[in-house]
């Protein structure tokens, strides 16, 4: 069975700490791996990634995948309040035609104090 | 923002009486999704669409049906509501195969 796992569970940090989250994946059919933060709404898209070993970067945030190993890290560096959310990640399956399905972990809960 | 609207965004409907909740896309997007989410779930795969009157069943279909006679418009149905239905539903949208997918607002539904 395909799954998306996620570790850890929660974290909680003071401002200004850097912080790895951790995603592990078994899927048949991968085509790319994306993140999500979901603070009290909809989760809002941060990466995507297709390709081994590089990183994408957004500010403060950036992500790798490493598809040898089946697995994607998100590093949050200078964190900020405003970082607490959960951090969802998902995998693309690929079945080469008219479908396109995420599957879900079941995410990172990441409280930032201040 | 993907041009994504759902309705209604609350709801508390009693068990056994039909519930339809609907996603309007104003970007012509082809492929639309319904999710749930529930603590220590996820986000679950409903149903799927890849085009008008192209559905698909994904991982918790069993309770719900969908229709999409309009590109624009993706509709969610539960026919007899269940307690265990109580949940978050989003929906979601992607302009193609591979690329991102995008969330709605969500859908907050209560079964009493």
């Known amino acids: 069975e395909d799954k998306v796992v996620q570790s850890p569970l929660s974290l909680v940090v003071h401002e200004g700490d850097t912080v790895t989250l951790n995603c592990s994946y078994e899927?048949?059919?991968?085509?790319?791996l994306l993140w999500y933060k979901q603070e009290k709404k909809a989760p809002t898209f941060l990466f995507m990634l297709?390709?081994?070993?590089i990183e994408k970067k957004s500010g403060r945030l950036s992500s790798i995948l490493d598809k040898k190993e089946l697995f994607s890290i998100l590093n949050i560096t200078a964190t900020q309040t405003g970082d607490s959310a959960v951090y969802l990640c998902?995998?693309?399956?690929?079945?080469?035609?008219?479908?396109?399905?995420?599957?879900f972990g079941t995410g990172t809960l990441l409280a930032v104090q201040p | 923002d993907a041009g994504i609207t759902q309705s209604p965004r609350h709801k508390v409907t009693e068990t056994g009486t039909p519930v339809t909740l609907r996603c309007h896309q104003t970007?012509?997007?082809?492929?639309m999704y319904w999710y749930r989410q529930d603590p220590g779930h996820g986000l679950r795969l409903i149903h799927y669409?890849?085009?008008?009157?192209?559905?698909d069943k994904g991982e918790v279909s069993d309770g719900y049906s969908v229709s999409r006679s309009k590109t624009e418009d993706f509709l969610l149905t539960l026919e007899s509501a269940t307690s265990s239905q109580t949940s978050v539903y989003f929906c979601?949208?992607?302009?193609?195969?591979?690329?991102?997918?995008?969330f709605g607002e969500g859908s907050w539904l209560t079964v009493v």
């Open positions: 297709t390709s081994s070993g």
């Open positions: 970007e012509n997007h082809r492929y």
């Open positions: 899927v048949t059919n991968f085509r790319s």
């Open positions: 998902a995998v693309l399956e690929n079945y080469g035609g008219a479908t396109n399905k995420l599957i």
């Open positions: 979601a949208i992607s302009t193609g195969t591979g690329n991102t997918i995008y």
């Open positions: 669409s890849y085009g008008v009157k192209d559905t």
